[in-house]
């Protein structure tokens, strides 16, 4: 069965701190990860991830896929407090099918 | 673009009674997926829909729940009878399923309490 584990389970860092988020995953056939991040509503997509090594960067955040250790980080540098989600990660295998992680609850403190 | 549609977004119902989601996804977009979200279970896969054809609906709980994609534009999820543990936030989301463009796009969910 296809699975994702995400670290830590949650985080409470200081604006301005540079935090840290991990994904593993096992799954058959893979094909892409994906992050997004969730606040008080809908996820929201950030990244999607196939190729190992290549950093996707968006202002702040940015993050690698390491398909040799079948992982992912998602790094925020000089955090603010509207950085506080929930953040997911997924995994798509075979099909269209994501596979979700128990998310990473990021709470940045002013 | 408007987004995946999804109403209603607040559903307050009694046991036992029937329940119906909706979803328009964004135009153009030829997958549909199903999710529920809960505090102790995360974000789960309910069904999805390629080309308003199911292809996966291992997700789904019970017999209770059926989905339909009677066309490109509209999805049910219909949960008949209602049960208190069906309490969750469900979404819908879609994709443009071609070739490396899988990200998929939530809807802004439907909050369910059943009493």
């Known amino acids: 069965e296809d699975k994702v584990v995400q670290s830590p389970l949650s985080l409470v860092v200081h604006e301005g701190d540079t935090v840290t988020l991990n994904c593993s995953y096992e799954v058959t056939n893979f094909r892409s990860l994906l992050w997004y991040k969730q606040e008080k509503k809908a996820p929201t997509f950030l990244f999607m991830l196939t190729s190992s090594g290549i950093e996707k960067k968006s202002g702040r955040l940015s993050s690698i896929l390491d398909k040799k250790e079948l992982s992912s980080i998602l790094n925020i540098t000089a955090t603010q407090t509207g950085d506080s989600a929930i953040y997911l990660c997924a995994v798509r295998g075979y099909g269209n099918k994501l596979v979700f992680g128990a998310g990473t609850i990021l709470r940045v403190k002013s | 673009d408007a987004g995946v549609i999804q109403s209603p977004r607040h559903e307050v119902t009694e046991m036992g009674q029937e329940v119906t989601l909706r979803c328009k996804p964004i135009?153009?977009?030829?997958?549909l997926f199903w999710y529920r979200q809960t505090m102790m279970r995360g974000l789960e896969l309910l069904i999805y829909?390629?080309?308003?054809?199911?292809?996966?609906d291992s997700g789904m709980p019970e017999d209770r729940f059926s989905a339909k994609m009677p066309n490109a534009s509209f999805s049910t999820l219909k949960i008949q009878p209602s049960e208190p543990r069906d309490s969750a936030v469900y979404f819908c989301?879609?994709?443009?399923?071609?070739?490396?463009?899988?990200?998929?796009?939530f809807g802004p969910g439907t909050r369910l309490t059943v009493t």
């Open positions: 135009s153009g977009h030829n997958s």
């Open positions: 829909f390629n080309n308003n054809v199911p292809i996966d």
């Open positions: 989301a879609s994709s443009l399923s071609v070739r490396s463009t899988y990200e998929q796009y």
